[in-house]
């Protein structure tokens, strides 16, 4: 049994020797790579920067296009925010008070509140009103054109919230493109290139890249709701000025109360006169 061992050590006697020159070779410059990264650790170590903060130096002079950009994103929502609320719509009293002046058959006065009141059914009924001498289809193709008209100036204004939202990522490709220019430009010029300038390169792409898709995001979902507020509010004023001027028209139709006699009352045609009083 010794004899069979020491033959089989022998023979792999060779292998042996060809396993520890690998390692050694191996081992050496993981070794030198190792010391290399030690000593450069405690010159390169920095305290890492905020998130938020590294991404507002990465942007750059970018900012220059991407900051006027959020604010005129930011300035049409609060501008469209005002402009499509109820109130403004329709005024709170507007249509109870409208209501009983014209039950009242004070018409010029309904009139005069309604040219007066600056919200869009006060603008529609105005714009009704002043032509429903000449029938109500009249004065409700009028009311539906300054309708449309008010409607029309909403949809253009909400039409930069899909601008802004469009230009977002094409300015943030701007920067990716201008980033990776950058880096490789850094690659290309020579043959030991700067890794801290190369990830400066990519960190401006990426975050140029992040700031022009955080601005189109909320843009587009911006854009869908004032399309859609805009819809609701224009056909809640156009079903309240049609049912206004349908009761303003019929009410002008109606005649007024007769007026009391004030004196004897003359007799019918053809009935026969009363006898004379005794003398």
């Known amino acids: 049994m010794k004899q069979l061992f020491s033959r089989v050590g022998l023979r792999n006697e060779g292998f042996v020797k060809l396993a520890l020159v690998v390692l050694a070779v191996l081992a050496v410059p993981t070794m030198l790579l190792a010391q290399e990264a030690g000593g450069e650790a405690p010159a390169t170590a920095a305290p890492r920067d905020n998130i938020f903060l590294h991404i507002i130096k990465s942007v ?25 609320r109820m109130s403004a719509a329709i005024p709170a009293g507007f249509v109870d008070e409208f209501t009983d002046t014209v039950n009242k058959r004070k018409f010029k006065e309904a ?32 009311a539906m054109n300054t309708l449309e008209s008010i409607k029309s100036d909403k949809d253009q204004k909400n039409n930069y919230t899909a601008v802004v939202a469009t230009l977002g990522p ?22 030991n290139p700067n890794p801290s300038k190369l990830a400066d390169g990519i960190s401006h792409a990426l975050a140029v890249t992040l700031v022009g898709v955080a601005i189109s995001v909320p843009g587009i979902a911006l854009n869908t709701y004032f399309r859609n507020r805009i ?3 224009m056909m809640d004023v156009s079903h309240t000025a049609d049912d206004l001027l349908t009761q303003m028209y019929h009410n002008s139709k109606k005649g007024g109360p007769a007026p009391a006699p004030t004196g004897p009352m003359a007799p019918p045609p053809g009935a026969m006169p009363p006898p004379p009083k005794p003398q």
């Open 111 to 142: 009139y005069e509140m309604a040219r007066n009141d600056p919200s869009f059914l006060g603008r529609v009924m105005s714009a009704g009103m002043a032509r429903l001498q000449y029938g109500i289809e009249d004065a409700r193709e009028s």
């Open 231 to 233: 819809t609701q509010v």
């Open 170 to 191: 094409l300015l943030g490709l701007v920067g990716t493109v201008f980033g990776m220019i950058e880096a490789f430009m850094e690659l290309s010029s020579g043959s």
């Open 60 to 84: 750059g002079f970018f900012w220059i296009v991407l900051l006027p950009t959020s604010l005129w994103l930011m300035a049409i929502v609060v501008l469209l925010t005002l402009d499509l």
